[in-house]
């Protein structure tokens, strides 16, 4: 049986043994806790959260790029168009050629152009 390559997650019964062993070494290395009271927070500052901005402001005019739009769509259309294919020709070359009777009995072989 192959093992699985996955790490097996902690269970909450483990997590919270060692979560109680980290406590419990920390206060025995002269660590205190703190009460907070309920409605305290950590912040600095207590600085209201940034308001996202509404539709309250006027339409703002926008640039046109038709034209700039148009030349990139020319310059891809150039980079597609297909170039012509370059036929290879085939240099002239001898060739066997059999010369048959009336039969087709083979009578002789000729290089031909």
């Known amino acids: 049986m192959r093992s699985s390559h996955f790490k097996k997650a902690p269970?909450?019964?483990?997590q919270r043994r060692a979560l109680e062993h980290q406590v419990a070494s920390f206060l025995s290395k002269g660590g205190l806790i703190e009460q907070v009271k309920p409605g305290e927070t950590g912040l600095d500052n207590r600085k209201p959260p940034?308001?996202?901005p509404l539709f309250d402001q006027p339409k703002a005019d926008r640039t046109p790029l038709l034209d700039v739009v148009?030349?990139?769509?020319?310059?891809?259309?150039?980079?597609?168009?297909r170039k012509p294919v370059v036929k290879r020709t085939?240099?002239?070359?001898?060739?066997?050629?059999v010369i048959y009777d009336d039969f087709g009995e083979a009578l002789r072989t000729v290089w031909s152009d």
């Open 11 to 14: 269970s909450k019964q483990e």
């Open 50 to 52: 940034l308001r996202t």
């Open 70 to 81: 148009k030349e990139l769509d020319a310059r891809r259309a150039n980079r597609l168009k």
């Open 90 to 97: 085939r240099k002239p070359t001898q060739r066997k050629k």
